[in-house]
């Protein structure tokens, strides 16, 4: 399976791990942070403000403390908007086993959604025009039930590749039947006075298997030595 994440993320991390059952460890579960560009927004606003005013504290708020005051308020406003975004951002992940997958949020109060992937009935991702540029997509997960706790899962970064490695939990390869003449059914259909019959297969008995190979011991030569006794014990030395 292709990883889509580097070296530095391959072991797991605690906000990982404490939702992940034991036998999901050794399974390799994919998990990955959202893409850093959830952050432009925030960044965008807090840097935008920071420009607004530090020029109107340089022309029409001169002189003006408290108006300038307030606007100095409201930009450490955003920019704890900001501080705070960027700590939900390491701490949210999202989590894919081959029994569910998950997303978890929030700092305080914490958000974990599951939903079992055998009831994923089909999943796809988009890619706006600003995730074609900075790289990252959004799946939208369809299932079985009306209600969906994991309907849009956004700003995945690398989505090709782990689009790809989600559908191979989704949809896994199956292995090669064992017998080739019942494709591991254990059954064959025959025709049999123009009617279909289902008989146990001959090759396997029944059972999917491959038959073991048949062996075939062969007894061991007898040779005359021409110098010397014959190791038959039938021959007889008189004949000679």
């Known amino acids: 399976m292709t990883q889509v994440w580097s070296d530095e993320y391959r072991k797991l991390p605690i906000e990982v791990n404490k939702y992940l059952l034991p036998q999901e460890i050794d399974q390799e579960p994919i998990w990955t942070r959202k893409h850093h560009a959830m952050l432009l927004v925030p960044l965008a606003y807090t ?21 300038m005051a307030v606007v100095w308020v409201l930009w450490v406003l955003l920019a704890l908007h900001l501080l705070w975004s960027a700590i939900n951002w390491a701490v949210d992940y999202f989590i894919v086993t081959p029994n569910r997958m998950m997303q978890t ?8 959604d599951m939903m079992p992937l055998g009831k994923v009935t089909d ?17 939208v997960v369809e299932s079985a039930g009306q209600d969906q706790a994991l309907q849009n899962v956004t700003y995945l970064p690398n989505p090709e590749k782990l689009y790809r490695d989600v559908c191979d939990f989704l949809w896994p390869k199956k292995p090669p039947p064992d017998c080739k003449m019942c494709n591991g059914s254990g059954h064959i259909v025959l ?22 190979p048949t062996v075939i011991e062969y007894p061991e030569a007898i040779i005359d030595d021409e110098y010397g006794p014959s190791s038959d014990p039938n021959h007889d030395p008189n004949e000679d």
């Open 191 to 212: 025709a049999e006075e123009r009617r279909l019959v289902t008989a146990t297969c001959p090759n396997c008995n029944g059972t999917g298997k491959a038959p073991q």
């Open 105 to 112: 949020s929030g700092l305080f109060t914490r958000r974990v």
């Open 47 to 67: 840097t935008i403000g920071l420009v607004i005013a530090l020029i109107l504290s340089g022309t029409v708020l001169r002189g003006q403390s408290g108006l």
């Open 123 to 139: 999943m796809s991702f988009r890619r706006s025009l600003g995730g074609r540029i900075w790289g990252y997509g959004e799946f």
